[in-house]
Every structure is written in C-alpha cells, then in structure tokens.
C-alpha cells in the first residue's frame, strides 16, 4: 500500500525557512511523477511546486517561484520542499502527492497524498 508522511513543518516568523519532507512508503518513488500542494482555511487548495521522475524538471507556482525548491532523493524514497523568505500568505496545510501519470498530478488529482503538514508564517 502507498504511503506517503510529511513532516518539517512549525510556526516560524516572516524572512525565516522551513524543509519539508515526504517519506514514501510500500513503493519505489523512481517511478512516480510528485508534488507539492497547499491549502490555506477557506481557499482551494493549489499546487505549489512538482517533479518529474528525473529530479531535474521542475515547476513552480508564481508566488513562490524564488523561494522555494522542489527535489527528491529517490534512494532515499523521500520528496523535500526547501523553503526561504516565508511569508505569511505561506501559512497554510502542505501536502505531497505522487501519481505515476504527470498530467495528474498538474491537474491537482494525483492519486497518492500524504496526510498533510502545517506550516504557519507569522508577521
């Protein structure tokens, strides 16, 4: 059964930096196109940032392309989020998400989530 466990996350100050991590389990992550999503109380939950198998290609949100940098170590079946400069419209439930089809997982319907970590930005 695929698993997928977020951790990393915390209540942190406006300027300061979080790393997210996905820890899979019950399959190899090599094959699985991933991402990031998030979704603050009361907005729809959007896609922050995804990889291709290869680690290498990768896609960014606008509001936190610069800031934020997607990867994953597929020997360590594990998918991070580094994130700098937070903000508090960063302040929300972050989630990763796997799907073997990368059309799913830019379509926001990947069919692997995890079950979320709270990242909380203050001013």
């Known amino acids: 059964q695929v698993q997928l466990v977020e951790s990393g996350g915390g209540s942190v100050q406006a300027g300061g930096s979080l790393r997210l991590s996905c820890a899979a389990s019950?399959?190899?992550?090599?094959?699985?196109?991933m991402g990031w999503f998030r979704q603050a109380p009361g907005k729809e939950r959007e896609g922050v940032a995804r990889?291709?198998?290869?680690?290498?290609?990768?896609y960014y949100a606008d509001s936190v392309k610069g800031r934020f940098t997607i990867s994953r170590d597929n020997a360590k079946n594990t998918l991070y989020l580094q994130m700098y400069s937070l903000k508090p419209e960063d302040t929300a439930m972050y989630y990763c998400?796997?799907?073997?089809?990368?059309?799913?997982?830019?379509?926001?319907?990947?069919?692997?989530w995890g079950q979320g970590t709270q990242v909380t930005v203050s001013s």
């Open positions: 998400a796997a799907d073997l089809w990368y059309n799913r997982v830019v379509a926001g319907t990947p069919n692997y």
């Open positions: 990889i291709y198998t290869n680690g290498v290609d990768t």
């Open positions: 019950g399959y190899t992550i090599s094959r699985y196109y």
